[in-house]
């Protein structure tokens, strides 16, 4: 009989080597937010994918406020026919807008927002993406234990983890940092839950700007996660886009190779000093970073 031998993450890592390692994408709103949010495009879809597009960037992820209430078939064909994906839908909005919740007390509003989650997992279907879970798990409400909180977020991610998987979508639980979110703040805390609730399509999703704060050592806590990573958010510590301030990009692009993975680096920045400023820069140092691996 002869054994093919298993392929290790170095094995993959040196298969890619002369290609390109990572795809580039930037994380949009569609709705106008304040200049102090995260996003260096921020209204119009089509000229956001259309800027992105034209600067070399492989993808946009999504910020979107209800999946049900745009028309996006444009965006299915132009994927298509320019070689584009959508990274991710991030879902954000529904807590910080719609103030949906999957960790509510009250059990109308969990309702409410398995539903409305179900309809971005439509969506990333439609659009063969993922769907982000970050600030949509909501804060513990003062009523609730942790260990409430706990078995409320696992039973929801449970069941959008079985929903999604016939979809061949991914759902992927962001590490956020403490003064935003009240718990998985660290990647090794998302990585604890990814593991309790033991789906193949549920990943943790990492952003550099949270394990700036998080993490004593965010190459050891990558390298740790390792196959257990399944999105990437890129951004400085104090939000600008990468090689605006001061983070070793490279020894983390280092670490995300010797780990095998490949997938998407969105970047999620302030648009400073402005959004396609932000973007121009931002691929221009990701492709220098790239090249010092
Ligand atoms: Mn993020």
Redesign the pocket.
């Given at each position: 009989m002869h054994i093919i031998p298993l392929q290790t993450n170095e094995d993959n890592a040196a298969m890619i080597s002369d290609e390109k390692r990572f795809r580039y994408s930037v994380?949009a709103s569609i709705e106008q937010m304040s200049p102090k949010t995260?996003f260096m495009l921020q209204g119009d879809l089509r000229e956001s994918v259309d800027i992105l597009k034209s600067l070399g960037y492989d993808a946009v992820e999504l910020q979107i406020r209800n999946p049900c209430d745009i028309e996006l078939n444009w965006l299915a064909d132009f994927c298509e026919k320019n070689s584009f994906s959508v990274s991710a839908i991030g879902t954000g909005s529904e807590y910080t807008l719609n103030h949906l919740s999957l960790t509510s007390p009250d059990v109308q509003t969990r309702r409410n927002t398995l539903a409305r989650m179900k309809e971005h997992i439509d969506l990333a279907d439609y659009l063969k993406t993922d769907v982000i879970v970050?600030t949509v798990r909501g804060n513990l409400d003062p009523s609730l234990s942790k260990a409430q909180y706990t078995e409320y977020l696992r039973e929801a991610l449970t069941e959008l983890c079985g929903y999604a998987l016939p979809k061949k979508v991914n759902l992927v639980l962001?590490a956020?940092n403490f003064y935003v979110t009240d718990f998985f703040n660290s990647v090794g805390q998302a990585s604890e839950m990814v593991e309790l609730v033991s789906a193949s399509n549920f990943k943790v999703?990492i952003?550099t700007?949270?394990m700036a704060v998080e993490e004593a050592d965010m190459i050891k806590s990558i390298e740790e996660c390792g196959g257990r990573i399944g999105y990437v958010?890129f951004?400085e510590n104090n939000r600008l886009y990468p090689g605006g301030n001061g983070l070793n990009f490279t020894e983390v692009m280092r670490s995300l190779v010797k780990i095998g993975y490949s997938g998407y680096i969105a970047l999620?920045c302030l648009p400073k000093p402005d959004g396609i400023t932000g973007c121009k820069l931002g691929l221009e140092n990701l492709r220098k970073f790239e090249g010092q691996i």
């Open positions: 994380s995260p970050g962001e956020i999703h952003d700007h949270h958010h951004s999620e």
